[in-house]
């Protein structure tokens, strides 16, 4: 029994081994290349494994840059929950959760504009509002859930419920920005964050004041407009 176990965590060890290879490659290749110009058999040849392997782990390219985003996302998590344990005020935790996005994906900075070009396209599956990122994404909003759970701000019940998301897409904002940022080590980058979140946690903060609830439910409206909006909603609606 022992000794079947011990086959299988080798066996899982090797597949995660050729996993993170396939894909090691493949982001290298999309940096020289280009997303579309890849291919998956440029990738096997450069990893040195058979086209049906590479397929095996990856059955798409899209599915390699799901892997991507994943990975970031893993990092991002990894480097953000322990680093919140410390920080209980909205501000100090949504700091701590935006510099930390930057720092963990500042080696695919170079990477992140080639895939740019094709993920900002409405249809692709690249798109974080896509339906193919939608695990991801969800993964994301949750990490902002627990930055508002960690925090002592009274946040109005009807705002908290859509905050997850509003500082998500704040993130995707942000990290576009980061995309077109040449400055050195990402100065303006942080910049805007510092400057953003401030603001979020004054406008945040202001939201629980009495005379504040008109303006916060027609801004809650809009929001809703804004999603429905989308092309996945749209596409499902009757």
Known sequence: MAGTNKKKAAKTQKGDQTK??????????????GYEETTMRA???????SLGNAYYYFRSKEYLIQAFYQRL??????????ALENKDT????LLTVMRLRIEVSKPYHQFAGVLFKTAAHPESPLNPFSDE??????????????VLEGTKARIPKDLKAE?????????????????????RGHRRTHRLIDHTVDLLDKLIHLA?????????????????????????EQESAP
């Open 43 to 49: 990738i096997a040849e450069k990893a040195g494994l």
């Open 73 to 82: 996302h893993d990092e991002h998590l990894a480097a953000a929950l322990p």
């Open 133 to 146: 990122s939608d695990p991801v994404r969800e993964a994301s909003i949750a990490l902002f859930a627990r």
């Open 90 to 93: 909205l501000k100090a935790r």
């Open 163 to 183: 905050l997850p998301y509003l500082l998500w897409v704040y993130q995707m904002g942000v990290i576009l920005f980061w995309i077109h940022d040449r400055s």
């Open 20 to 33: 993170a290879l396939i894909l090691e490659t493949a982001l290298d290749i999309f940096r020289e290349r």
């Open 208 to 232: 629980s004041n009495p005379f504040m609830r008109p303006l916060r439910k027609q801004a809650l409206r809009l929001v809703d407009e804004i999603k429905e909006a989308l092309p996945d």
